[in-house]
Every structure is written in structure tokens, then in C-alpha cells.
């Protein structure tokens, strides 16, 4: 089973840069896709990003699109989420997520299937 683990969460303020990583403890993300969704409170979680690991395809949400960029690196079996001037709206519980959707569903929540426990970002001066 593919377990996501996230890190890379904290306090920042407003205009700061910060990266969050997502890796698993064991096994790999190949031939998964691997997404970063983000939730405040009990609202339903917002899709960031998502990246086709085997296919290398790679994609951010317009919303954050030009301040986040996602990447990997494929030996460390790590997945990466850089927030660029960040936000005080970009505070919330970022999580990373693993299934196998089609890639024009990748935005769907419901598409993965295993989930990491989550990595706080909170935007504050």
C-alpha cells in the first residue's frame, strides 16, 4: 500500500516561499498519479496540483497557478509542492493524495484513494 507522508508545513508570512514534500514509507508513486488537495476546516478539500508519475505529466490548478509549481524527484521518491508568495488565503491543511485517475479527472478528490495525514500551512504577518 502506498502511504503518503507529508512535510514542509509551518508559519509564514505573507510574500514568503515555502516547500512541501510528500514521499511514501515504502513502495513508490510509479504508476500512480500523486496530487496535493488543501482543505480549511470542514469545507471540502480544493485541488492543488497533481503529477502523472510514470507519464511525467504535470498540472496546477489556475487558482495558484504563476505562485505554486509542482515537481519530483524520482530517486527520492519525492513529490513537491513549492508555494511562491504565499497568501494568507493559502492557509490551510494541505494533503497529499495517491490513486490512479484518468488524467482529465485528476481534480476529483474521489479519484485517490490513499491519503497522508495532512501538513498545516498557515499565512500570517
Known amino acids: 500500500q502506498v502511504q503518503p507522508i507529508e512535510s514542509g508545513g509551518g508559519l509564514v508570512q505573507p510574500g514568503d516561499s515555502l516547500r512541501l514534500s510528500c514521499t511514501t514509507s515504502?513502495?513508490?508513486?510509479?504508476?500512480?498519479?500523486v496530487a496535493w488537495f488543501r482543505q480549511v476546516q470542514d469545507n471540502e478539500r480544493e485541488y492543488v496540483a497533481a503529477?502523472?508519475?510514470?507519464?511525467?505529466?504535470?498540472d496546477v490548478a489556475d487558482s495558484v497557478k504563476g505562485r505554486f509549481t509542482i515537481s519530483r524527484d524520482i530517486a527520492k521518491n519525492t513529490l513537491y509542492l513549492q508555494i511562491d508568495n504565499a497568501k494568507p488565503e493559502d492557509t490551510a491543511t494541505y494533503y497529499c493524495a495517491v490513486g490512479r485517475p484518468i488524467w482529465g479527472a485528476r481534480s476529483s478528490s474521489s479519484m485517490y484513494y490513499h491519503w497522508g495525514q495532512g501538513t498545516q500551512v498557515t499565512v500570517s504577518s
Open positions: 515504502k513502495d513508490t508513486f510509479s504508476g500512480y498519479a
Open positions: 503529477f502523472r508519475w510514470s507519464g511525467g505529466n504535470r
